[in-house]
């Protein structure tokens, strides 16, 4: 089934620990997107590929770091986790054709205690 | 600033019609769009207006004032599985979204 696959599903981890969440699409997409969401907060873009090759700061992007090695994969790292890094984390991809349609995975549940 | 605004929450009525309002104010536009997110999923797309007007599909239907920067999803013949938050978001000059904090729609029996 196309799609987007991400891990790990939920995860906790102590704060100053480095940790990747993993996030793979298989529809070859040239987009891909990090967003974290908050209760009461709208989805806040992280960072973004336009291609495989490049990467771009969204929103919030302090604590996070990205690569785009290829065109499937789009890891997101964050270096030393804190605890306000806690949020649930979806990768999004789109083909940037038409209305740009986003397509999600499941979401990354992270709790940094 | 940009900004997105829609009610928190909102109930009704199995079988009834809802309508959900945003309004926007971003830099530049290029589309307004809608999401359903279930709680505990991803956000799933339903509906994108760029020029002004209603756009149907169904049981669901979306309007887009852009003189007004609003915009409304309106639900029919409401059905149990349509409780979930709905997600209005628009595309600024950038082509970035700028996304609301979403409107919990609770469908009662």
């Known amino acids: 089934i196309a799609g987007i696959t991400q891990a790990p599903t939920s995860q906790i981890l102590a704060a100053g620990r480095r940790m990747t969440l993993r996030c793979t699409q298989d529809m070859r997409h040239n987009a891909m997107y990090w967003y974290r969401q908050d209760l009461g907060l709208g989805l806040r873009l992280i960072h973004y590929s336009n291609t495989a090759g490049t990467t771009g700061k969204g929103e919030v992007p302090d604590g996070y770091s990205v690569s785009r090695a290829n065109t499937d994969d789009f890891p997101l790292t964050l270096a030393s986790a804190v605890p306000s890094q806690t949020s649930v984390y979806f990768c999004a991809s789109s083909d940037r054709s038409g209305a740009n349609v986003l397509t999600f995975g499941a979401g990354s549940r992270l709790t940094v205690l | 600033g940009q900004n997105i605004d829609q009610p928190t929450e909102m109930t009704a009525t199995e079988g009834a019609i809802v309508q959900i309002n945003c309004t926007y104010q971003?830099?530049?536009?290029?589309?307004l769009f809608w999401y359903q997110q279930h709680a505990g999923e991803a956000p799933t797309f339903l509906s994108y207006?760029?020029l002004d007007g209603l756009e149907e599909k169904g049981r669901f239907s979306s309007f887009l004032s852009r003189s007004k920067g609003y915009s409304y999803l309106l639900l029919k013949e409401l059905q149990m599985k349509d409780s979930a938050s709905y997600l209005c978001a628009s595309m600024d000059s950038n082509y970035q979204l700028i996304w609301g904090a979403g409107t919990k729609l609770i469908i009662k029996p």
């Open positions: 207006n760029v």
């Open positions: 971003t830099s530049g536009f290029n589309g």
